[in-house]
């Protein structure tokens, strides 16, 4: 897989942080600071668990370990990762 790589994933865990499967079996980490351009307060408010929302893979570390941002994807699509929570 190439660095950045732009995918579609479903959000599996949502706690401090959003783990978002990319391919079956695979999970990346979408770190709070990564999900929108403003700042989310709470990480519920942005996404919840099954949502499917663009991702891009921005590291894999020595361990494997795949970090994600849905904040670069967006912004590579003009989407509305800065225009502030759904609905508001």
């Known amino acids: ?3 950045p790589a732009d995918l579609q994933g ?3 865990k949502n706690k401090q942080a959003s783990f978002v499967e990319i391919f079956a079996g695979t999970e990346g980490l979408c770190h709070v600071s ?3 351009e403003h700042r989310v307060n709470n990480i519920h408010d942005e ?3 099954g949502d499917e929302m ?3 893979v921005i590291d894999i570390d020595r361990d494997g370990k795949i970090k994600l941002s849905r ?3 967006m912004r590579g699509r003009g989407g509305d990762a800065g ?3 759904a609905g508001a």
Request: hydrophobic fraction near 40%; charge should be positive.
């Open 1 to 3: 897989m190439r660095v």
């Open 10 to 12: 479903r959000l599996q």
């Open 34 to 36: 990564q999900l929108a």
């Open 47 to 49: 996404v919840k668990e």
């Open 54 to 56: 663009p991702v891009k």
């Open 71 to 73: 904040k670069e994807a």
């Open 83 to 85: 225009k502030g929570p």
